[in-house]
């Protein structure tokens, strides 16, 4: 038997009231703050991220999924959608639209990593771009959208983390105050932190190794070396954090693995899902668009792994959906009524009303059991005496009061379902 691939998920139809629920949570929240829905293609021409995340980065070098298309094209499936939003961003001017364009999104990733708890090789962001202002209160506004989603979701096991990056110029200068403070440790090092001190050396920050941590311990951080005017925007993001009743906590090892942030960063961790813990993560990324053939253009954006934040909502059972239930069970009593049954079915639907009816020939008391099964409203019998004298019977399966009615008369039917 074939099976699906390991990494990868089948969302039965019993798993997709809560995905749902989590979909329509995500677009009422950014559309009360005006962000507009993108979609983006599944893949993009691979040189798009290696030039946004970055070379060094684990997710270009070890993570994605890239092939050669039969045009000779390096093609490959996204792993992030910042860059092909910024992508779409430029080749579509969408700039000249508004002076601040606020776009956010529902998508698949593909990233071929160890899947574990909460991590899959196909998985599910939803996030937002804020594309045109330098404002540090739009980086406010992007952590805000970020926990006020989580909040509405019921989580309460929460921490935000934030810290600066400064701008490229200071992350250049303490780089090299790093490596001055761990030359003499580097060989102490895990082997993954030792490839990062050459090539990526911040990413040295998120390393989980214990042994690491305890040699960067004492280690300078980036918070104390960056400019004045880094700092003081970073005061206003606390500021307006303070100002909208959302706790945080300041993190200076955050220093997130892509290298086009710049100035704000965040992360939203819960404490009910493991290891992986980080349910959203974003900051600002001043210098993208011009590296992606745009005008020089600020932006600030955060991506949110849903099957993450799933766990973390089953975790603490902060949601829960209604069972799933249809307006009415059509039975058919006289087996010959087949036809009959589905065109009232059909007139029933298209006045949108969720309708099921047998297909098996079953008998009444194995249909009355599918009704139950399908959390029916209502059932309406067809068939027997009644039928023949021109009537049909709907049933109200809470209370179990039952009305005869005109079979002719359709919008008596209606006109009950509806009350």
């Known amino acids: ?26 677009r009422r929240i950014f559309e009360n703050f005006n962000y507009r829905e993108i979609r983006t293609p599944i893949f993009e021409e691979t040189a798009l991220f290696a030039r946004s995340i970055g070379e ?56 071929q990593e160890r899947p574990q708890a909460g991590r899959f090789r196909q998985f599910h962001q939803f996030g937002a771009e804020a594309i045109g202002s330098s404002s540090p209160v739009l980086d406010g506004e992007i952590i805000q959208t970020a926990y006020d989603i989580l909040k509405a979701l019921g989580l309460q096991d929460l921490t935000v983390k934030i810290n600066s990056l400064g701008v490229p110029a200071d992350r250049e200068n303490y780089k090299q105050l790093l490596r001055n403070y761990l030359n003499d440790k580097k060989d102490k090092l895990t082997e993954d932190s ?48 303070s100002k909208v009743n959302i706790p945080f906590e300041v993190d200076p090892k955050l220093v997130r693995g892509l290298d086009y942030y710049t100035k704000t960063t965040f992360e939203i961790i819960s404490g009910k899902v493991g290891s992986q813990s980080a349910l959203c993560g974003g900051g600002r990324y001043d210098l993208l668009i011009e590296q992606l053939g745009g005008k020089p253009t600020p932006g600030v954006g955060f991506a949110a792994g849903m099957e993450r934040i799933l766990l973390a909502c089953e975790n603490e059972n902060s949601f829960t959906v209604d069972e799933p239930a249809i307006d009415v069970y059509i039975i058919r009593i006289d087996k010959e009524l087949g036809l009959e049954v589905s065109a009232i079915a059909s007139q029933l639907r298209r006045k949108n009303f969720t309708v099921d009816y047998d297909y098996l020939q079953r008998s009444v008391k194995a249909q009355m059991r599918e009704a139950n099964k399908l959390n029916a409203k209502y059932t309406l019998f067809i068939g027997g005496d009644e039928y023949k004298n021109g009537m049909i019977n709907l049933k109200n399966m809470e209370t179990g009061e039952q009305t005869n009615l005109p079979i002719n008369d359709l919008s008596r039917v209606i006109d009950n379902l509806k009350a």
């Open 1 to 26: 038997m074939i099976k699906a691939i390991k990494g990868t998920k089948d969302l039965l139809p019993a798993d997709n009231p809560r995905w749902r629920f989590l979909e329509e949570t995500v």
């Open 56 to 111: 060094e980065t684990d997710i270009v070098s070890k993570e994605m999924y890239t092939f050669t298309d039969k045009g000779g094209t390096s093609i490959t499936l996204k792993p992030e959608m910042t860059a092909g939003v910024v992508r779409a961003y430029v080749e579509h001017s969408l700039g000249s639209q508004h002076p601040v364009t606020k776009l956010y999104y529902i998508s698949p990733m593909f990233r």
């Open 194 to 241: 030792r490839k990062r001190f050459d090539k990526n050396i911040l990413r040295i920050f998120d390393s989980k190794a214990e042994s690491d941590q305890e040699l960067i311990k004492n280690a300078p951080m980036l918070i104390d070396h960056i400019n004045d005017e880094s700092k003081n925007d970073f005061e206003v993001v606390k500021e307006y954090l």
